[in-house]
């Protein structure tokens, strides 16, 4: 691959990594300023004031929409750098990771309405689960990270620790297919289940800690 693409590549890398902070932070300050409300007026957190909440919850789904299209173009041209290495195995990769790009575009677009509008407004079967929706889909994704470090280890394309980073992430990403289950509440009963709830945190750990960690080491190493 050329200087200018592997430039790009390495470019947008860092700013998946970026705005997975980002949108990070936004949702942290979101949960503190419930906390907050709670505290000083003593009310439940769903009796909070719209506004308090709900600006920085739906710029976190605004971010996830763009760290999505981001990782849309990113899985694409790695699929280009890396077809030439196993056309197959690239293949394969390449549909698992735009299949979990599109399952999270799908959630985190009807999670930025709910959040625009103020309320769940979309009830229909399975799309009311937004969140576990993008979780399974970053779990997805976590399989395409795991094989494509995999295979970059087997072929010694980038850095040894690199390439165990983006292992590791990609496994505990791939823990969120765990929540599979809780995509389809309430058609399925999962009281007494703690692996559905246990993939689904797992999973938001992996995509929005260990990912964009990832992202960010990989496009400085792609910028050099």
């Known amino acids: 691959m ?6 790009t590549i390495g470019w947008i890398a860092i ?3 970026i705005t997975s902070f980002m949108g990070l932070t936004a949702y942290g300050m979101a949960g503190l300023s419930g ?27 605004f971010l996830i929409l763009i760290g999505l299209f981001l990782n849309l173009r990113f899985i694409w041209m790695i699929y280009l750098d890396f077809r030439t290495k196993s056309s197959w195995f690239s293949l394969f990769l390449l549909m698992t990771g735009m299949l979990g790009s599109f399952l999270v575009l799908i959630g985190s677009a009807f999670e930025l309405l709910n959040r625009i509008v103020g309320h769940n407004l ?3 079967f399975p799309l009311g689960q937004t969140l576990s929706i993008i979780v399974v889909g970053y779990g997805f994704i976590g399989v395409w990270l795991l ?12 850095p ?6 983006g292992i590791i992430a990609g496994i505990i990403m791939a823990i969120g297919l765990w929540a599979i ?20 945190l797992v999973g938001s750990i992996g995509w929005m800690i260990f990912y964009p960690v990832w992202c960010i080491w990989f496009g400085f190493v792609y910028l050099k």
């Open 2 to 7: 050329n200087n200018s693409s592997s430039r």
């Open 15 to 17: 700013l998946i990594g």
């Open 35 to 61: 906390l907050t409300s709670y505290i000083l007026t003593m009310r439940p957190f769903n009796m909070t004031p719209i506004l308090s909440i709900t600006p920085l919850l739906a710029m976190r789904a």
């Open 122 to 124: 979309i009830i229909w």
């Open 147 to 158: 094989l494509l470090n995999y295979q970059a280890r087997l072929h010694d394309v980038w």
């Open 160 to 165: 040894r620790p690199l390439g165990w980073m």
């Open 181 to 200: 289950p809780r995509v389809f509440i309430p058609y399925v009963s999962l009281s007494h289940l703690i692996v559905p709830e246990l993939g689904e």
